[in-house]
């Protein structure tokens, strides 16, 4: 028809796709993102669209990209500990832990979902980095009888309220027993694979980690099948949802040059222990000293914004600046604007007055604010 446009998605060699890549072509994704070198499903449909489906139905989630580190071998928890300011002494087998990586000078080097599949093995599932390189170099360096490795291993998530549904059709009614931020292993029709009660969305949710990449689109559509009674959808990771439950995402939120301290939320995740971990003193010394800014969250005034993320609006205090914006999006069922903020300490505190800067010369009235900014005590995850 005369005026409309045709959309060509060309995809290089030099990027890696997922067991689940030509099931997400199949079932209509239109955009991708490159997320850990990897091609990463940016919508299928109008993103408000997948938002109210994700919150009212089930979705399915390639995830593939969460890159997978494997740490075994005699002394692998004692070298997992090092590598994060997270005690896991206190890590069962079969239990999982938001667990960020710390450089020597306390900064945010990753911060992966850890799980502990083994009394001698530990699988990081990245955020967008190659910390895992840096994984090898603390191996070398610590003379520790440990093997590191990136297993074939590729999640996707299953979220939204029927995802039990989805999953006891699948799994059998025991996986409901699994508790939230733990996991086990399973088999889905001969497909081998872990479970676990984690998600990206603050709502109830499960990550499947496929280990045999051949039966990616196997395994794809047997979850969609299983999924048909509960209205079952494929989307892209839900940026709104996410940002409303205080979820982080790294290296937009919070970088390298950001302590665990400075992020709202990841302070309690420095536990005080015993072990000694890469940046402990450094951490140490910031607790005692404090901090000079902080990422809060933020809402800001005025009409919806488009469905697109933004970053590093400028953010002012008395006509000064004072710090940045790093993302900012509409929430529909909160019907505002939300987001995340980088302010000096002292004006921290939910409820200061901002002016964002979108464009150069607009300026748009806004206001800090409590995170997460739906359920606090993540009750609808862990139900």
């Not at 088999?187 to 990206?200: A, H, M």
Request: net charge negative; aromatic share 10%; charged share 25%.
């Amino acid at each position: 028809m005369a005026g409309e446009t045709e959309t060509t998605l060309y995809f290089g060699p030099w990027y890696r796709r997922t067991p689940f890549f030509e099931a997400t072509l199949r079932h209509g994704c239109r955009a991708y993102d490159i997320y850990n070198h990897t091609y990463l499903p940016s919508y299928y449909d109008d993103p408000v669209k997948e938002y109210w489906h994700l919150l009212e139905h089930v979705t399915l989630w390639d995830v593939g990209c969460e890159h997978i580190v494997e740490i075994s071998g005699p002394d692998a928890a004692a070298f997992t500990n090092l590598l994060t300011c997270r005690d896991l002494t206190r890590c069962e087998v079969w239990q999982c832990k938001y667990a960020p990586l710390i450089a020597e000078d306390g900064g945010i080097l990753n911060d992966p979902v850890l799980l502990r599949v083994g009394d001698d093995r530990f699988w990081l599932a990245l955020a967008d980095s190659d910390a895992g390189l840096w994984v090898r170099g603390i191996a070398w360096r610590s003379g520790m009888d440990v093997a590191i490795a990136e297993p074939e291993v590729y999640p996707v998530q299953v979220q939204g309220p029927k995802a039990k549904d989805v999953m006891r059709d699948l799994f059998g009614e025991e996986v409901l027993d699994l508790r939230y931020y733990w996991c086990t292993e399973a088999d889905l029709d001969g497909i081998p694979v872990v479970t676990s009660r984690t998600g990206w969305t603050g709502e109830v949710g499960y990550e499947v980690y496929l280990r045999d990449p051949a039966r990616g689109d196997e395994m794809w559509e047997r979850i969609m099948e299983a999924g048909r009674p509960y209205e079952i959808r494929p989307i892209a990771p839900c940026e709104a949802r996410r940002i409303e439950a205080g979820i982080f995402n790294y290296r937009s939120d919070m970088t390298l040059a950001n302590n665990p301290f400075e992020v709202t939320g990841m302070e309690r995740l420095v536990e005080e222990q015993d072990a000694d971990f890469v940046g402990k003193a450094r951490l140490e010394r910031i607790r005692a000293e404090g901090v000079s800014r902080k990422l809060v969250g933020v809402e800001m005034e005025g009409d919806a914004l488009d469905w697109e993320l933004t970053q590093v609006w400028p953010a002012f205090v008395d006509g000064e600046r004072v710090g940045h914006a790093t993302d900012m999006i509409w929430s529909p069922r909160l019907e505002q604007n939300i987001g995340y903020v980088w302010v000096p300490i002292e004006q921290a505190a939910p409820g200061t007055a901002l002016e964002l800067e979108p464009e150069p010369g607009v300026r748009r009235s806004a206001r800090t604010a409590t995170i997460p900014f739906l359920d606090p005590s993540k009750r609808i995850p862990a139900a």
